[in-house]
């Protein structure tokens, strides 16, 4: 099993910036992909951003050129760095890791809020 924990959320104001962090741990040798989901109210959890265990990359049109999602292997976690934020980013940010390749099954953190308001 693996567990996952978030951090880094909170209030900021549009054009802000926060970081989030995800940690594993427990089974963490099986890590493959890991990524980063949001849910606002009244809407779906979508995708926000991904990364392989080879490194690469994907964003939702919605945040590219404004999130930068990495990982640190040694540290089993995964980082959201997210600038010039706007009041639509408004959601409850999940973490999620998986085993596989693609982030279809895996598992998930508890969740982080992140307000944008003035």
């Known amino acids: 099993q693996v567990q996952l924990v978030e951090s880094g959320g909170g209030l900021v104001q549009p054009g802000g910036s926060l970081r989030l962090s995800c940690a594993a741990s427990?089974?963490?040798?099986?890590?493959?992909?890991m990524g980063w989901y949001r849910q606002a109210p009244g809407k779906q959890r979508e995708l926000v951003a991904a990364?392989?265990?080879?490194?690469?990359?994907t964003y939702a049109d919605s945040v590219k050129g404004r999130f930068t999602i990495s990982r640190d292997n040694t540290k089993n976690t995964v980082i959201l760095q997210m600038n010039s934020l706007k009041p639509e980013d408004t959601a409850v940010y999940y973490c999620?890791?998986?085993?596989?390749?693609?982030?279809?099954?895996?598992?998930w953190g508890q969740g982080t809020q992140v307000t944008v308001s003035s």
């Open positions: 999620k890791m998986s085993r596989y390749s693609s982030l279809v099954v895996g598992y």
């Open positions: 990364i392989t265990s080879g490194g690469t990359t």
């Open positions: 427990g089974t963490t040798f099986s890590i493959n992909s």
